[in-house]
């Protein structure tokens, strides 16, 4: 990897219009020539500002690029998701035939489309130029075993994160079997309000390859877009292939990225919508006009960012209010009509999580949760903000912590900013190789000197765009500190901050750093990425428990391995005695997702599982005819340790079966008629 400093004897006077040749790749085999005048941009080292935004004088047609290309076929896809899943909801109609029924429609359409704008030409897809040097062998090699290692985890490790066996896999199941996606009765909230587009997607999988196995591969596929889109903006901060592959190299190699690539967590997902918003946000920005394409990509992607994770509001934030001040200088009156359709895409991809919310919980975010901060002080913030980078410190945390709090005259262990206290607690919290707690030390350390480098280059630092895009990211994390309580978990939360800095730190560091210091840089982040791509301490690759000697049913409960007796005794015993119609009562906190690849692994009708018993909001859904008509023959309990007898609406229940902290009840007495 070398920094070439020197300008290119071929590049073009600065702004010079002049024609430039663009190959055009319609077929793969077929290739067409033409000629096209282009307005030549200045090379990186000769323009302050980076406005590289090479648009084509002839506005008749759009040109994209391969990597642009694939963004807005993720947008479609995941817009796609969305639409279909709300359609074929509205009708309890979300089946096998029906999935397959709507992708064809929409591949079919999307494919028309495309040649119907290509043979009119209006469209023009530019063949990338693979004329990557040798040296970049090695680099771009590395980084594909990472995202190759990462792929195979994902396959063959079947999910296990404790998040994922509360809700974000169990909300799934239960959608499957309603067939729609509407609120249910059921002790765990989150399945209800918590942001859903990741599980639409994962549904759809779930529903077409008949079972969990493609689960964990939209965080995979995330993975895989947030290295593209973070290439582009590096590419948009004037940066050559070398800046472009080194953001993608940060991007991969990020821990709490690595480890959460093979998991259903929907950090990563978030991550890359909220990439793909960015990358069409500031391509809108440079455009001398609107760009209708650039708007309708910024305003779907926020949506579905949105949709994914509520994150999506801290972090997005600041780069839409940045783009409304660039609108207003820009377009003046006409700044509206941007506005108003990213707005527009954005309310609608989300309208119908936001009409469930408000009809259930009264907000169209859900309830308000033990998680938002109860106090906001410029003390407490600080104070926050010291917490959430120690958390990426890996040792001494305990000592630092207790000594800035003296100094700010705060409870370490106030209520009102902090969650969770266990571990400000702990002498010492080391590097960690599981996917809730692993920090990122080393791409902190290299955020935080590529910051002081761009306020240290006067040259660089009078660059507005890359001046603006560092202070929004510092805004999110700001309003992350500030709208959040601390909690250990805050450190997977902060992904998508890392990964939007990737572009950032590339462009700064191949700015004013010698060519040695970048490529050991690189070569440090891809050797340090090994460990946590092969010892996932919940989905290891190697070692004496590794995904290839453990059954798929075995590796549910990695995390909790004090529940697998207690799960596979319950539904054995409800297997030998043939009971379909199953009841839960379980905790707010408590695992479900795995009672039901044991109970039903082939995922037959005549099997049903139900909360009952329900006390919260959701409880009011029972009286509809759906659920009021539900009589189990069995229930299961992870809160009746001490309790021979249930009785319930449904009938009286009598324990058989208890292995701690499980317990089978069954059903020994109809209901009492009214």
């Known amino acids: ?323 409304a001040y660039v609108f207003l200088s820009k377009f003046g009156f006409d700044s509206w009509k941007p506005a108003l359709l990213i707005g527009a895409a954005c309310l609608v991809l989300n309208s119908g999580h936001y009409t469930r919310n408000l009809g259930l919980f009264g907000s169209p975010i859900g309830p308000k949760t033990n998680m938002s901060y109860d106090v906001i002080s410029p003390s407490s913030l600080l104070f926050n903000v010291d917490r959430n980078l120690a958390l990426h410190r890996g040792s001494g945390i305990r000592s630092s912590i207790r000594e800035f709090h003296r100094v700010l005259n705060i409870d370490i262990n106030d209520p009102r900013t902090t969650w969770y206290s266990q571990l400000t607690k702990s002498q010492v919290l080391k590097p960690s190789l599981h996917e809730d707690t692993a920090g990122n030390l080393l791409h902190l350390s290299l955020i935080l000197s590529a910051s002081l480098l761009f306020f240290i280059s006067k040259e660089i630092r009078s660059s507005r765009v890359l001046a603006s895009y560092l202070t929004a990211l510092f805004c999110g994390f700001l309003l992350f500190c500030a709208l959040l309580k601390w909690t250990p978990w805050n450190i997977r939360l902060q992904l998508p901050l890392f990964v939007l800095a990737s572009p950032f730190v590339a462009a700064v560091l191949f700015k004013t750093l010698h060519e040695k210091v970048i490529v050991t840089i690189a070569f440090a982040l891809l050797l340090s990425a090994l460990p946590w791509a092969l010892f996932n301490s919940t989905r290891p690759l190697v070692g004496d428990q590794n995904i290839w000697n453990r059954t798929r049913l075995d590796q549910y409960f990695e995390n909790r391995q004090d529940l697998r007796n207690g799960f596979f005794g319950a539904a054995y015993f409800l297997k030998s005695n043939k009971c379909g119609q199953i009841g839960l009562d379980i905790g707010f906190n408590d695992w479900e997702y795995p009672f039901w690849p044991l109970l039903n692994p082939d995922a037959n009708d005549a099997i049903r599982i139900e909360h009952v018993n329900v006390k919260n909001e959701s409880g009011l859904i029972s009286v509809l005819p759906n659920f009021s008509s539900f009589r189990p023959c069995a229930i299961i309990s992870s809160r009746a340790d001490q309790v021979e007898e249930l009785t319930t609406e449904t009938g009286a229940y009598t324990k058989q079966c208890a292995s701690s902290p499980i317990s089978v009840f069954v059903r020994t007495a109809p209901p009492q008629m009214p």
């Not at 980076?50 to 993720?74: K, Q």
């Not at 109609?93 to 028309?112: P, R, Y």
């Not at 002790?187 to 587009?197: A, C, D, K, T």
């Open 1 to 323: 990897m070398v920094v070439d400093r020197e300008r290119d004897s071929t590049s073009p006077a600065l702004y010079e219009p002049r024609e430039v040749p663009v190959s055009i790749d319609l077929w793969g085999s077929i290739k067409i020539s033409c000629h096209r005048t282009f307005l030549a941009c200045p090379p990186f080292h000769e323009s302050p500002d980076m406005n590289l935004s090479c648009a084509p004088s002839n506005t008749n047609f759009w040109s994209v690029s391969l990597r642009e290309g694939f963004l807005f076929i993720a947008i479609l896809g995941g817009v796609s998701v969305t639409v279909i899943t709300e359609i074929l909801s509205a009708f309890s109609s979300i089946t096998f035939g029906w999935l397959v029924v709507f992708w064809c429609v929409v591949l079919l359409g999307a494919t028309c489309f495309v040649i119907t704008l290509m043979k009119r030409q209006r469209l023009v897809v530019l063949s990338p130029s693979l004329r990557l040097p040798f040296r970049a062998v090695p680099f771009l090699s590395g980084l594909v075993l990472i995202v190759a290692l990462t792929g195979v985890t994902a396959f063959v490790s079947p999910p296990n994160n404790w998040d994922s066996m509360t809700y974000h896999m169990s909300r799934v199941v239960h959608w499957i079997q309603d067939r729609n996606v509407s609120f249910y009765p059921t002790h765990i909230g989150r399945q209800l309000y918590m942001n859903p587009w990741a599980e639409f997607a994962i549904m759809h999988l779930q529903i077409l390859s008949d079972g969990d196995r493609f689960a964990n591969f939209v965080q995979w596929f995330s993975m895989i877009g947030c290295l593209i889109g973070v290439s582009l903006l590096a590419k948009q901060f004037g940066g050559d292939w070398q800046t472009q592959l080194f953001a993608a190299i940060f991007a991969g190699t990020i821990p709490m990225g690595i480890l959460q690539s093979s998991s259903t967590q929907t950090d990563y997902a978030v991550s890359f919508w909220l990439v793909c918003f960015t990358y069409f946000l500031i391509s809108l920005i440079r455009q001398g006009q609107i760009h209708w394409p650039y708007a309708l990509g910024a305003g779907f992607s926020l949506g579905l960012a949105v949709l994914t994770k509520p994150t999506a509001y801290m972090f997005a934030g600041p780069f839409v209010v940045w783009a």
